[in-house]
């Protein structure tokens, strides 16, 4: 069972900067690809940053060139560091592992969410 715990979330200007860690359990995430999700009030979740077991990496247009996503295996650990954020970035963000065969990207664990609240 893999489970997915997040930090990092907190209060934050415009303008400033903030990265979230989520920490796996299991063996299986050096061989998986991660994700970073994101829900604000009264909006869907949507996928924010993906990166794969190659280091490959896939953003959303809104965050491109302001966050950036990455791993470390040696830690079982998935980043997003994020920068020049807006007041639209506001909301609780989740972590999600793909454990599933195939190219195509899936959530198929959570984490519990982290909340990143933007605002002067």
């Known amino acids: 069972q893999v489970q997915l715990v997040e930090s990092g979330g907190g209060l934050v200007q415009p303008g400033g900067s903030l990265r979230l860690s989520c920490a796996a359990s299991?063996?299986?995430?050096?061989?998986?690809?991660m994700g970073w999700y994101r829900q604000a009030p009264g909006k869907e979740r949507e996928l924010v940053a993906t990166?794969?077991?190659?280091?490959?990496?896939n953003y959303i247009d809104s965050v491109k060139g302001r966050f950036t996503i990455s791993r470390d295996n040696a830690k079982n650990t998935v980043y997003l560091q994020m920068n020049s954020l807006k007041p639209e970035d506001t909301a609780v963000y989740y972590c999600?592992?793909?454990?599933?065969?195939?190219?195509?990207?899936?959530?198929?664990?959570w984490g519990q969410g982290t909340q990143v609240t933007v605002s002067a």
């Open positions: 299991g063996s299986i995430f050096r061989f998986s690809a």
């Open positions: 999600a592992l793909k454990g599933s065969l195939g190219s195509q990207w899936r959530a198929d664990y």
């Open positions: 990166i794969t077991s190659s280091f490959s990496t």
